[in-house]
């Protein structure tokens, strides 16, 4: 029933779906080689999600999406193998934390997953903790073991549904864990001995001038104590904590929020979570095209740190995005894919909120895209993710590690009709060591950097 009042949001489109494909005898598909432009637009009708076809291909001229053969992103044999080692022992505690968990999938899902512990105890949709157990799984899915670098990402801020770019960001951003890390196996699974840090992150601006040396701290926990968050304010010259309520505020005037890094990046715990079931959808699961950073020169595609320079207004328009500029339905490469769909329906009072429709891969976990709704449970934001295979990337520093990277996230308002796409294809997963990544998310560093 609910599912039938939220596409009832969009009845005409459906029902001209379903008329259309009555009429003409043929079922939507795709193949690889294919290349669906506007004129094919009706051939991905079931492969997109319904919610967001109306606003990504129905009147979206430029629609050019490469079809792909479907990849095989197993995750790391040291996560298969931590997941064989420690199945059967995680579960969930009264406030919906999860416990007894060290590293692996914590809920045998999916498909490797189960193989690999021959069934011992597989997720089953008939579990009543079915949906936050899922969610513990995506929260623990293999991103490489260490995780994401940004050395050096850009970020344009855009309205008019893409037609006027008034500002383009770059800096870097990093993010470490510090817990539950296969990759450490067989000594540890911790950075640091007897860490409750789950995972930190820092985000630097480099550029505009009027947010230079903007800065975010943040530590994120096991257990259910709240981040402790911090922010420098170079017009304020000084450090301030951020409260928990503030992760779903507006970060720095754009659409996004801290909440919605990753697409979910809250507190799996404090949200009330929705299986709405298993489908087959296209995905930009591993992109082939060189944008922004990394057209800036070789030394710029395979570092580990920092900016060779800033980039040019030129070099930032290398690869073109669509629809609102900002999404990944023009010049890119899709595939077919299993995919989960978990909502996120949010617990905080006020929340801009009322629900997150989020599209999983089933094989790796990573988000592929969103659809928010606002409290009055009308759409409001679609965010999209496009993805790189490590093994396929330029950085040396990513062979092995055996996961899809983000390597571009974008997102629109669809009611201000504001958009947002974020570039950093030259992300890489480098594993730092204890005590440089312990230097590296100290608030005093903020207080440095700032002055």
């Keep these: 029933m609910q599912r039938a009042v939220r596409r009832a949001l969009h009845l ?14 043929v079922h939507a598909d795709v193949t690889p080689g294919q290349v669906v432009t506007a004129a094919q637009k009706d051939s991905i009708r079931g492969l997109i999600p319904d919610e967001l076809y109306p606003y990504v291909a129905e009147d979206y001229p430029d629609l050019e999406m490469k079809i792909v053969a479907a990849g095989d992103y197993g995750p790391s044999p040291k996560y298969v193998e931590a997941t064989v080692k420690y199945a059967c022992q995680a579960t969930l505690g009264a406030d919906g934390v999860i416990q007894n968990y060290t590293a692996g999938q914590p809920f045998p899902y999916s498909e490797w997953a189960k193989k690999a512990t021959n069934h011992a105890c597989d997720l089953k949709e008939s579990d009543p903790q079915f949906a936050l157990k899922l969610a513990w799984n995506v929260n623990y899915r293999w991103q490489g073991g260490s995780g994401l670098n940004l050395p050096h990402w850009g970020f344009s801020n855009m309205r008019n549904r893409g037609k006027e770019t008034w500002r383009i960001s770059e800096g870097e951003y990093r993010r470490t864990y510090f817990s539950h890390r296969a990759d450490l196996l067989p000594e540890t699974t911790e950075l640091e001995p007897g ?10 601006v480099k550029t505009p001038f009027d947010l230079r040396g903007t800065m975010f701290l943040l530590y994120r926990y096991t257990t259910s104590k709240e981040d402790d968050t911090w922010a420098y304010i170079p017009a304020l010259r000084r450090v301030r ?11 720095l005037g754009t659409e996004f929020a801290l909440e919605d890094f990753y697409i979910f990046s809250g507190y799996v715990w404090d ?11 296209l995905a930009p699961m591993n992109s082939k095209r060189t944008c922004f950073p990394s057209v800036i020169g070789e030394s710029e595609r395979t570092r580990l740190t920092g900016q060779s320079r800033l980039g040019t207004a030129a070099e930032w328009e290398t690869c073109s995005f669509g629809p609102y500029r900002a999404l990944a339905f023009r010049g890119e490469s899709w595939e077919k894919r299993n995919v989960v769909r978990l909502d996120d329906i949010p617990r905080q009072k006020g929340h801009p909120y009322s629900r997150k429709m989020i599209w999983y891969d089933k094989e790796t976990l990573m988000p592929l895209y969103g659809m928010m709704y606002d409290r009055a449970g009308k759409p409001f934001k679609i965010i999209n993710h496009i993805l790189k295979w490590s093994e396929d990337t330029n950085n040396p520093e ?5 996961t899809p990277i983000i390597n571009y996230v974008m997102i629109v308002n669809l009611q201000n009709e504001n958009s947002h796409v ?19 998310y100290d608030t005093t560093k903020l207080k440095r950097m700032g002055r």
Excluded: C, M
């Excluded at 904590?241 to 970060?251: F, G, H, V």
């Excluded at 990513?398 to 055996?402: C, I, L, V």
């Design 241 to 251: 904590r951020i409260a928990a309520t503030q992760k779903s505020d507006s970060l």
């Design 422 to 440: 974020g570039q950093f294809d030259n992300a890489n997963v480098h594993a730092f060591a204890a005590a440089e990544s312990r230097n590296y």
């Design 398 to 402: 990513n062979k092995g590690a055996d």
């Design 195 to 204: 860490t409750d840090v789950e995972w930190a992150e820092f985000f630097d």
């Design 12 to 25: 005409p489109f459906f029902l001209g779906a379903v008329l259309g494909l009555v009429a003409s005898g």
């Design 271 to 281: 949200h009330q979570w929705e299986f709405k079931g298993e489908s087959q959808k």
